[in-house]
């Protein structure tokens, strides 16, 4: 059965080629910029951009600091491709629809993908402004049934049952590692585990203090669902979370989080991030081929 909401392979890939009809550019590497994180695409050179209305299929972005253009182009002379905005689940969109750019990205022959995103921090130790390096996830949402795989598989794709241990590419996480030491900015770089929550509302002090005692070091609303698709079809992916808050863990704490701060801690790491990401992707090719 065709549910309303599914998405078939022929989708996918009339987006990919007029995608590809309309820029010259072959991306290897996709990125997806979090929440005021849009400006690590400033950084491509001889630029595409097409905004996600033009686009075939694409949903549109409906949340502040999420342009909603995708923008190709060269960063190190590594082909790119760089979502500034992507989707998100309490935006209204399916599971499928908020992951729908990850599978165009596989029909461009995109094989790596980097995500990133702003996220508030449970662990103790954690600094607004750090920027962790994402170890491994939780993906709630997905615990409880909501995954972007979920309806009949399309094994062009990959396996109905994918193995999800070891996705975070362990290569790629000590390059970014060694590159921070270069950059003298270990002090603020940590490596954690991020959990997705459904949003859009931040976490209740109750919520917060489960997600303390889970072992969650960062919290936030996205990547996960993007990563299992990625993961499904063979992409390897490094994943990057900026601390932008503290979660809120005490009833005597006055404190509380709005979207507006997240973005305004997003201006400030912006340039950090944006040299991290452009000499990671400038690392991870030797002579053509993936370190
Ligand atoms: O797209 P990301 O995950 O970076 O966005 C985070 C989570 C919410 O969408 C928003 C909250 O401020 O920022």
């Not at 910029?33 to 996600?52: E, F, I, R, T």
């Not at 996480?173 to 003298?184: G, P, Q």
């Not at 072992?215 to 936030?220: E, F, K, L, P």
């Not at 452009?278 to 002579?287: A, D, G, K, Q």
Request: a neutral charge; glycine letters at 8%; aromatic letters at 8%.
């Amino acid at each position: 059965m065709h549910r309303k909401d599914q998405i078939c392979h022929d989708d996918y890939q009339k987006t990919a080629s007029w995608l590809l009809s309309q820029t010259q550019h072959r991306p290897k590497v996709a990125i997806i910029c979090g929440s005021g994180l849009g400006m690590l695409a400033d950084a491509l050179k001889c630029q595409d951009s097409v905004p996600y209305s033009d686009i075939p299929g694409f949903p549109q972005s409906t949340v502040q600091g999420h342009a909603g253009r995708l923008v190709f182009g060269e960063l190190k002379g590594k082909t790119c491709v760089c979502m500034q905005g992507r989707f998100h689940m309490y935006e209204g969109h399916s599971l499928c629809k908020t992951t729908f750019p990850v599978r165009v990205f596989k029909l461009l022959g995109v094989e790596t993908l980097i995500v990133t995103n702003a996220a508030g921090s449970l662990a103790d130790s954690y600094q607004v402004g750090d920027i962790m390096i994402i170890k491994d996830h939780i993906n709630f949402p997905g615990l409880a049934g909501l995954n972007p795989l979920s309806g009949p598989n399309d094994d062009k794709f990959g396996p109905r049952f994918p193995p999800m241990s070891g996705v975070y590419d362990k290569n790629l996480r000590k390059i970014a590692f060694d590159l921070c030491k270069s950059m003298d900015v270990s002090q603020f770089v940590q490596e954690g585990v991020y959990c997705m929550v459904g949003g859009p509302n931040f976490e209740t002090i109750a919520e917060a203090r489960l997600l303390h005692r889970l072992g969650v070091d960062a919290v936030g609303m996205s990547t996960a669902p993007e990563v299992v698709v990625a993961t499904q079809c063979g992409m390897r992916v490094f994943g990057l979370s900026l601390i932008t808050n503290k979660v809120v863990k005490s009833y005597d704490d006055t404190e509380s989080v709005n979207h507006e701060a997240v973005l305004e801690v997003s201006k400030l790491r912006s340039q950090m991030l944006q040299t991290l990401v452009t000499e990671l992707v400038s690392r991870m090719y030797i002579n053509n081929n993936a370190v």
